[in-house]
């Protein structure tokens, strides 16, 4: 359903026996150029998010990320971003960012073709400066 391009993962394994969890990020409010950055990058690279097939407002990416929490944002088009449908936080100085717990499928019920993919998934964030449980929304473009 997605180009080749969109489906590749960056790894971020450097280190042996590290845990690392392929997350899908989406930014479906369009623009010409959009990249992702975030804590999981040391807020210095900046990784390319390419549109979705037959959808080309929506951009995607997909980044091997360790567990935990992790924050990030979207250059779009020369300006920071952040998605303020999602999970976020505003730091000391007034930065939003967006905030990612990744999550890994089960392999047995993905097999089995069991697990389907919802529209909202809750977690449990634990972040000195969010105390509270959010609700991740997710969008699918979906082609009929």
Known sequence: MFSSRTDCTHDT?????????ATKFV???GGRTVSL????????????MFPAEG???I????YSLTPGIHQYKFFVDGEWRHDDQQPHVVGNYGIVNTLILPQE???ILTALGLEKPSNQINMDVDHWNFRHVVSLHVCYCIHM
Do not use: H
């Open 59 to 62: 951009f995607q990416a997909v």
């Open 55 to 57: 959808c080309p407002n």
């Open 27 to 29: 930014w479906p409010y």
């Open 105 to 107: 499928s089960n392999p």
């Open 37 to 48: 950055i975030g804590s999981f990058t040391g807020w210095a690279d900046r990784y390319p």
């Open 13 to 21: 394994a450097g280190i042996s026996g590290q845990v690392l969890i």
